[in-house]
Every structure is written in C-alpha cells, then in structure tokens.
C-alpha cells in the first residue's frame, strides 16, 4: 500500500526564496499531495508572508493549501479577520495551532484581547464558517506539558472542539507515534492522527530542532549519522532512515504521512518515491 502524502514548506522573506518555494512545490505537486500546508513563524512573524504564499499557491498550482494560523500576538478579531480572508480566497484548511512565543519570551503569553489555547481557536474556527481544520499532537511529551498524558487529553479536547485531523510532531523512533496513537484510542480520542515525519537534511540542525520541541534522539541514529558524516554519506543514510521509518508506519496500518520539506523538496521526493508514489504529470499554473 502506498501511502496518502502532505507536505509542508515555509513562506519565503526574499523573492530568491519565493522562487525557490515555487520551485520546491513544482517538484514535489507531481507525487499528487492531499494538500501543502504554509507556516507560521515564532511568535507570528511570518504572518502575512504565510498569508501571502498561501494565497499564492492556492491561486496559482490548483493545489488544495492549508494555511497556519496561531493564538500569538493578536486579537480574537484579528485572527478570525485572517480567517475570513483565507476564506474568501477559497482557502478552507487551516491548521489551528497555539504557536510559539517569540524567542526570548520565556513561553506563551496570550494577547489580552486573543485567544488563549488552540482549543478556543478551533472551537471560534468552527463557529465562524465551514474550515477543515488540521491541529498539532504531541507523540512525545509536548515541553509545556504539565503531567504524563497531558499531550493525549488536550489532543482529545481539540478533537471535541471540532479539528478534523492531527499532524504529529516529527519523531525519530516508529514506536513513539505507535504507542501515542494506541494510547489516544485508549482514552476514546478517534479522530485521524497523521504522523509528521522530518526528512534529515542536516543532522546537526536536525538534533537542535528536536531539542527544541522535546523529541528524543537515538543514540543509535546520532552515531549512524556521525560515521555517515566521515565517510560523505549523510544522504544515503537520511533517505533509508526516513523511508525505514514511514515503511514501518505504513505496516502497521498507517495511510497518510505528512512531510517536513524545510522548502527543500529533493530528499522528501527520493523518499516518496522509495515508498512506491509515482509522480504524475506536471504541476501546471493556473493563473
């Protein structure tokens, strides 16, 4: 069975990066995605970027785009206003997160007239109009997270407040999503959960990244990848790690997978296509 693919990229700050965002989305649109989804930045510095090249895409490759949208640094109206204008532009996935706070911040601190949890985000999402809405899920514990389980409890409140579908953090280890997934069908969550996976680029960078948002990294994988390193086969090894990984989620019954591209589309391409995914014809503009 070959999987059902998403993939994510961030909004470019330059117009070299809004070409190569176009160039990575024309790689990868013939693997025929569910959707692409278009970033926030920490403390929503990119949101009208994010606005702008998810406009852009949905308007210009046919593609279905999801559009982030966070808690951080606006009102309540400000943020369904973003909401409405997606909307209008034909734009009706979003993926609903409570964000990060802004780097040296000291954590999340909701704005006084915004929204406090991505939970009251989706249940106003809901309200407003007819969104899909896409939330984060946590297959290790979310660094925020107050006890054991918590990760599972909110997952399961965003579900009742009306999301649509979970993307999972990235995670190095098949057995973290495994057990998190027969955990939240324990505790009565049903709703989809798609794994998140993180194509290795830079191993080093990779390993910062997973410090940050509180996923494990193998000692076994950290030493592959030094070794890797001195013989220049970092590549090699990143394109049979991500594809033993999503093999093994497909085994036990996992249908839809869920790319981190860092708007670098060859290595999440060489994977999908290890997985069995044929490309299709190519993207065509629209506009």
């Not at 999972?168 to 505790?187: G, I, S």
């Not at 990984?245 to 997978?257: F, K, M, N, W, Y």
Request: proline share 6%.
């Amino acid at each position: 069975m070959t999987p059902d693919v998403s993939f994510e990229f961030f909004p470019p700050k330059t117009l070299e990066a809004a070409f190569k965002l176009h160039e990575a989305v024309q790689s990868l649109a013939p693997l025929a995605p569910r959707f692409v989804s278009v970033t926030y930045g920490a403390g929503g510095t990119t949101r009208a970027l994010t606005r702008e090249a998810a406009q852009t895409l949905h308007k210009t490759t046919g593609l279905r785009v999801a559009a982030h949208l966070t808690c951080v640094d606006a009102t309540r109206a400000e943020t369904l206003a973003i909401a409405r204008d997606y909307a209008k532009a034909g734009i009706t996935d979003i993926v609903a997160l409570r964000g990060d706070a802004p780097k040296g911040a000291g954590g999340f601190l909701a704005h006084p007239e915004g929204f406090d949890s991505s939970v009251a985000l989706i249940s106003a999402l809901k309200a407003e109009g007819d969104f899909n809405i896409c939330v984060g899920a946590y297959p290790e514990p979310h660094p925020d997270a107050a006890y054991a389980g918590a990760d599972i409890d909110h997952l399961k409140r965003k579900f009742e407040a009306g999301a649509d579908e979970a993307i999972t953090q990235f995670f190095f280890d098949p057995v973290h999503f495994l057990r998190f997934r027969d955990a939240c069908a324990k505790a009565g969550v049903d709703g989809k959960i798609t794994p998140g996976i993180l194509p290795i680029e830079n191993w080093e960078s990779a390993k910062r990244f997973a410090a940050r948002c509180g996923a494990s990294v193998p000692a076994e994988l950290d030493d592959a990848f030094a070794k890797a390193a001195r013989d220049g086969r970092e590549e090699l090894l990143a394109t049979a790690q991500a594809t033993e990984l999503c093999d093994i989620l497909i085994g036990e019954g996992v249908e839809r997978l869920h790319f981190y591209t860092l708007n670098r589309p060859a290595l999440t391409r060489d994977i999908c296509m290890a997985l069995g995914l044929e490309p299709r014809a190519a993207l065509r503009n629209v506009a």
